[in-house]
């Protein structure tokens, strides 16, 4: 191996105790290939199972953590206790290797499919459309349904621990409820779940709170709990970055195991903010990293990459795209093959990849997504 890519096979311990072997981890990636019920298939399995052999940490896709918040058929779900045993699988194939599994958990909100909804229509925190095409104006959430939601969460987490997960990722990025809540576009509440910036914190700061109470309760071993953001939005109003600079800095006094950036690449800076260039990644591990870990992600492909990214001082990097395609990327670090790491998608190495049908179709038919070879 590269005497230089030493600091990547460095081990971690997380705050609450979990201990990974490196610094890498996988970045969750939207599979489409669950049961109708969101119960895990043989199709997730292998996928899981090809990708947990020498990464630090697999974070899964996202976990439906109530039926409220469905987006679509076929995603993966955590909000029934009958999807245990597939759960419990899923948790053991990641882990037979070393690798740790963290869940992601999430709620769609305003951008839930009405359509596969109890109610028919979809919830978010205020009657405010998102300013994407063909969405529905939701149904502010009432007290009680936001306790709910809370619950599911809570609930979610519960399951996690006795599925044998080493963690849950609280997913409040990409446009999803927990953001919707702290974003002034979609929240115009005059309660105390909205108005300030402070009241905009509440749900997803409750969230975590009950998450952790519920991980206090029921895990007998070191269990992680670490929430994901968007760091701005493209709306006006929307989140800032001067927002996510505050949020961070209250989120880093929650007791977290990590606070994960959800960007498209890691060095792009404010998209508000034409004169400054820096990271936006940099900036939030200037801001809170002496207090919580922060793993840093977006276009990272090679060793070289994740070295660089490691040299700002974030303890962790996600990779996406590239363990998509590379599968054994760390054994390919590892034994002196980064050569091998490759960038073009073959439109012959699905079954190869174990990649699920619908995500094939997606990644191999949305513009500019991957370099497709024939």
């Given at each position: 191996?590269?005497?230089?890519?030493?600091?990547?096979?460095?081990?971690?311990?997380?705050?609450?105790?979990?201990?990974?072997?490196?610094?890498?981890?996988?970045?969750?990636?939207?599979?489409?290939?669950?049961?109708?019920?969101?119960?895990?298939?043989?199709?997730?399995?292998?996928?899981?199972?090809?990708?947990?052999?020498?990464?630090?940490?697999?974070?899964?896709?996202?976990?439906?953590?109530?039926?409220?918040?469905?987006?679509?058929?076929?995603l993966f779900a955590i909000d029934n206790d009958d999807l245990l045993p597939g759960l419990t699988k899923l948790a053991s194939v990641i882990?037979?290797?070393?690798?740790?599994?963290?869940?992601?958990?999430?709620?769609?909100?305003?951008?839930?499919?009405?359509?596969?909804?109890?109610?028919?229509?979809?919830?978010?925190?205020?009657?405010?459309?998102?300013?994407?095409?063909?969405?529905?104006?939701?149904?502010?959430?009432?007290?009680?349904?936001?306790?709910a939601v809370i619950d599911d969460f809570a609930q979610a987490a519960r399951r996690a621990i006795e599925a044998g997960f080493d963690g849950?990722?609280?997913?409040?990025?990409?446009?999803?409820?927990?953001?919707?809540?702290?974003?002034?576009?979609?929240?115009?509440?005059?309660?105390?779940?909205?108005?300030?910036?402070?009241?905009?914190?509440?749900?997803?700061?409750?969230?975590?709170?009950?998450?952790?109470?519920?991980?206090?309760?029921?895990?007998?071993?070191?269990?992680?709990?670490?929430?994901?953001?968007?760091?701005?939005?493209?709306?006006?109003?929307?989140?800032?970055?001067?927002?996510?600079?505050?949020?961070?800095?209250?989120?880093?006094?929650?007791?977290?195991?990590?606070?994960?950036?959800?960007?498209?690449?890691?060095?792009?800076?404010?998209?508000?903010?034409?004169?400054?260039?820096?990271?936006?990644?940099?900036?939030?591990?200037?801001?809170?990293?002496?207090?919580?870990?922060?793993?840093?992600?977006?276009?990272?492909?090679?060793?070289?990459?994740?070295?660089?990214?490691?040299?700002?001082?974030?303890?962790?990097?996600?990779?996406?795209?590239?363990?998509?395609?590379?599968?054994?990327?760390?054994?390919?670090?590892?034994?002196?093959?980064?050569?091998?790491?490759?960038?073009?998608?073959?439109?012959?190495?699905?079954?190869?990849?174990?990649?699920?049908?619908?995500?094939?179709?997606?990644?191999?038919?949305?513009?500019?997504?991957?370099?497709?070879?024939?």
């Amino acid at each position: 191996m590269n005497k230089s890519y030493e600091p990547l096979f460095a081990s971690f311990q997380f705050p609450s105790g979990v201990t990974v072997d490196n610094r890498v981890t996988m970045a969750p990636m939207t599979l489409m290939a669950s049961a109708v019920n969101g119960e895990v298939t043989d199709d997730e399995l292998a996928y899981y199972e090809l990708r947990s052999r020498g990464i630090g940490t697999l974070f899964t896709s996202s976990a439906l953590v109530s039926q409220s918040g469905k987006l679509g058929e076929n995603l993966f779900a955590i909000d029934n206790d009958d999807l245990l045993p597939g759960l419990t699988k899923l948790a053991s194939v990641i882990r037979k290797n070393g690798t740790k599994a963290f869940i992601q958990l999430f709620h769609g909100g305003r951008l839930s499919n009405p359509a596969l909804l109890p109610g028919g229509q979809a919830l978010g925190a205020s009657a405010v459309a998102a300013e994407r095409e063909g969405v529905a104006v939701p149904k502010a959430m009432t007290e009680a349904e936001i306790e709910a939601v809370i619950d599911d969460f809570a609930q979610a987490a519960r399951r996690a621990i006795e599925a044998g997960f080493d963690g849950v990722e609280i997913h409040g990025a990409n446009g999803f409820l927990l953001q919707q809540f702290f974003s002034p576009h979609s929240n115009r509440r005059e309660d105390k779940w909205g108005g300030t910036l402070e009241k905009r914190m509440n749900f997803p700061l409750e969230v975590i709170k009950r998450v952790k109470d519920t991980v206090a309760k029921h895990a007998s071993s070191p269990f992680a709990v670490g929430y994901r953001l968007s760091p701005e939005e493209n709306e006006n109003p929307g989140i800032t970055m001067a927002d996510t600079l505050r949020f961070v800095h209250v989120l880093a006094e929650q007791g977290l195991d990590f606070i994960h950036i959800s960007v498209d690449r890691f060095w792009a800076g404010p998209r508000r903010e034409e004169n400054n260039a820096k990271s936006r990644v940099v900036m939030i591990q200037e801001r809170v990293g002496a207090r919580v870990p922060v793993i840093g992600v977006g276009g990272l492909w090679t060793p070289e990459d994740v070295v660089q990214a490691l040299g700002t001082g974030i303890p962790l990097v996600g990779l996406g795209h590239a363990m998509l395609l590379n599968p054994d990327w760390i054994e390919k670090v590892r034994s002196g093959r980064e050569a091998e790491i490759t960038t073009l998608l073959s439109r012959s190495s699905q079954k190869e990849l174990r990649i699920p049908d619908k995500m094939w179709g997606m990644i191999t038919n949305v513009p500019g997504w991957f370099n497709v070879v024939d």
